[in-house]
């Protein structure tokens, strides 16, 4: 089988600080907790211990350090750990919306990835199916123009035709890419 990904020692490192809540209501509790009533922040600290008692030994943490892994074609892997071991964040380097502080990651060209965050800003209109479904605009978008060429196939009576022997062609080659893609199985 051939090797389709393939981490080599990936390190993700974090500088500490504060992170917005990102509601205005628990960034005012923060800073009315800790500037006006002098308390502790009831909001952790990336990379902070749930224990509050004690203080980041660090300014940096490391959210990954030297992972290596190689994934083949055809094979199916999960990710599994506790909160705070980095899964997030290898799943964001491994698409590509963060880069590693070390290390490299190997993806080839003809290799796509779908990736569906953990937290996730949903149109009120649409359903969580739906908002899935839009990693897969590229596919549906091929399997409307399958359809259109399958439709003017249907239609067309000029079988011997230059034409209509490159639109059997075209649709071969479009139906295979479409199938290599898994297509048929995305629902799963």
């Not at 959210?63 to 705070?84: H, P, R, S, T, Y």
């Not at 003809?110 to 590229?138: H, N, S």
Request: charged fraction near 25%; charge should be negative.
């Amino acid at each position: 089988m051939s090797i389709s990904i393939e981490f080599n020692h990936i390190s993700k490192q974090y500088r500490l600080g504060l992170v917005s809540t990102k509601t205005l209501s628990h960034d005012l509790n923060r800073w009315w907790q800790t500037s006006v009533l002098h308390k502790e922040d009831p909001y952790l600290k990336i990379g902070s211990i749930n224990d509050r008692s004690k203080a980041a030994d660090s300014e940096y943490v490391w959210a990954l350090k030297n992972i290596d892994f190689k994934v083949e074609q055809g094979d199916v892997v999960g990710i599994v750990g506790k909160n705070g071991a980095g899964k997030s964040t290898m799943l964001k380097i491994l698409c590509g919306q963060q880069k590693p502080t070390a290390g490299n990651v190997s993806i080839p060209n003809d290799c796509r990835i779908g990736y569906l965050p953990q937290v996730m800003v949903l149109q009120d209109d649409t359903t969580v199916r739906e908002e899935a479904q839009k990693a897969f605009a590229d596919i549906t978008k091929m399997k409307q123009r399958l359809d259109q060429m399958n439709q003017e196939l249907a239609e067309r009576t000029d079988y011997e035709s230059e034409g209509y022997l490159a639109l059997i062609e075209k649709y071969t080659t479009e139906h295979e890419r479409y199938l290599m893609m898994g297509a048929e199985s995305r629902e799963a």
